[in-house]
């Protein structure tokens, strides 16, 4: 089981800046994909952003450009650096992690850490 903790989530003004950190408890090449979701009050959960294994990154149309994903293997932590936040950026940011095991994928969450634009 892949243990998850966020952090650096809180209150910025519109067109600011913060960096969200995701530390695993596991090693991030046993980790298919980590991942950033992102969920709105009254909205579902959606992705943000991805990186794979091999570095690969994906991210949504509303955040390109703004959000960079990206990995320290020595630290098994994931990042993501908003910048140009806007108020529709608020939501509870929560770390996701998918890892394959004989054969099955599992999906495992952080607890979530909270984002606050202010217009």
């Known amino acids: 089981q892949v243990r998850l903790v966020e952090s650096g989530g809180g209150l910025v003004q519109a067109g600011g800046s913060l960096r969200l950190s995701c530390a695993a408890s596991?090693?991030?090449?046993?980790?298919?994909?980590m991942g950033w979701y992102r969920q709105a009050p009254g909205k579902q959960r959606e992705l943000v952003a991805a990186i794979t294994s091999s570095g690969s990154t994906n991210y949504a149309d509303s955040v390109k450009g703004r959000f960079t994903i990206s990995r320290d293997n020595a630290r098994s932590t994931v990042y993501l650096q908003m910048s140009s936040l806007k108020p529709e950026d608020t939501a509870d940011y929560y770390c996701?992690?998918?890892?394959?095991?004989?054969?099955?994928?599992?999906?495992?969450w952080g607890q979530g850490t909270q984002v606050t634009v202010s217009s």
């Open positions: 596991e090693r991030l090449f046993r980790i298919n994909t």
């Open positions: 996701n992690a998918e890892q394959t095991t004989w054969g099955r994928t599992y999906a495992y």
